[in-house]
């Protein structure tokens, strides 16, 4: 059996795990930025997108896209500086797929008309 410094019992596995744990945000000795100051920043941008489109479908894509984002942007060592490139290439792919959808949408009804 494994003990640790408390003298408490432990297995094996529980102690390798306190051993293994991933070391922090970026490098040693640098901190995560607050999650505050990114989820500030995501809504700050988000406002800026909704209110250059009045589609509530698009909105509801753009604010998918803005969680993805964030979420991405966590995974790189600098999310702070990532998150507005990775949120503008994440609205301009919700653009496109809305305006896509649309498209086909109308070309169903045409489609639809025809056989009636």
């Known amino acids: ?4 410094k408390g003298r408490m019992k432990t297995t094996q596995s529980t102690a390798l795990r306190r051993v293994s744990r991933p070391q922090p945000f970026g490098r040693r000795g640098h901190a995560r930025p607050n ?6 920043l995501t809504g700050t941008i988000l406002r800026r997108l909704l209110a250059e489109t009045e589609n509530p479908v698009l909105h509801a894509s753009l604010r998918r896209a803005a969680a993805e984002a964030e979420s991405l942007a966590w995974l790189t ?3 702070l500086l990532v998150l507005p490139t990775l949120l503008e290439e994440k609205a301009r792919a919700a653009r496109f ?7 086909l ?4 009804r045409e489609w639809v008309s025809l056989t009636e």
């Not at 999650?35 to 500030?40: E, F, S, V």
Request: aromatic share 12%; glycine share 0%.
């Open 77 to 79: 060592s600098v999310p």
């Open 35 to 40: 999650d505050q100051a990114l989820t500030h």
């Open 105 to 108: 949408r109308e070309a169903s």
């Open 1 to 4: 059996m494994w003990y640790s």
């Open 97 to 103: 797929y809305a305006t896509r959808q649309a498209e």
